[in-house]
C-alpha cells in the first residue's frame, strides 16, 4: 500500500501562487509515477503533471505548461506542486496519484494510489 496525503490548497487571487505537498509513504516500488490531477465541480478529473520518482521527468498537461512545477524531493518522500500565475479556471480539487507503471501516464485509471485531495480556489 501507498499512502498519499496532500496539503496547501486555499485561497487565492487570480495571478497569486500556491505550493502543493504530497506526502508520501509505503511500499516505494508501487510509485514510480507520481501525478497530479484535478477535479472542478461537474467536469471529470483531469491530469495536471507528473513526475518519475527516480529520475525525475516530468511532463505537463497543456494548460498548465509554463505555470505549474512538479518536483520531488525523495528524502522526504515528498512530491510538490508550485503553481504561480493561477487563473480563475484553476479553481478545483487537487489530487496526488501514485501509479506503478515503468511508462507515465496522463490517464488516472493508471493510478494505483490516491490522496484525499486540497482544495484549490482562485478567484477573480
Known amino acids: 500500500q501507498v499512502q498519499l496525503v496532500e496539503s496547501g490548497g486555499g485561497l487565492v487571487q487570480a495571478g497569486g501562487s500556491l505550493r502543493l505537498s504530497c506526502a508520501a509513504s509505503g511500499r516505494y516500488y508501487s510509485r514510480n509515477h507520481m501525478g497530479w490531477f484535478r477535479q472542478a465541480p461537474g467536469k471529470e478529473r483531469e491530469f495536471v503533471a507528473t513526475?518519475?520518482?527516480?529520475?525525475?521527468?516530468?511532463y505537463y498537461a497543456d494548460s498548465v505548461k509554463g505555470r505549474f512545477t512538479i518536483s520531488r524531493d525523495t528524502l522526504k518522500n515528498t512530491v510538490y506542486l508550485q503553481m504561480n500565475s493561477l487563473k480563475p479556471e484553476d479553481t478545483a480539487v487537487y489530487y496526488c496519484a501514485a501509479s506503478n507503471r515503468l511508462e507515465k501516464s496522463v490517464s488516472w485509471s493508471d493510478y494505483d494510489y490516491w490522496g484525499q485531495g486540497t482544495q484549490v480556489t482562485v478567484s477573480s
Open positions: 513526475i518519475t520518482w527516480g529520475g525525475g521527468s516530468t
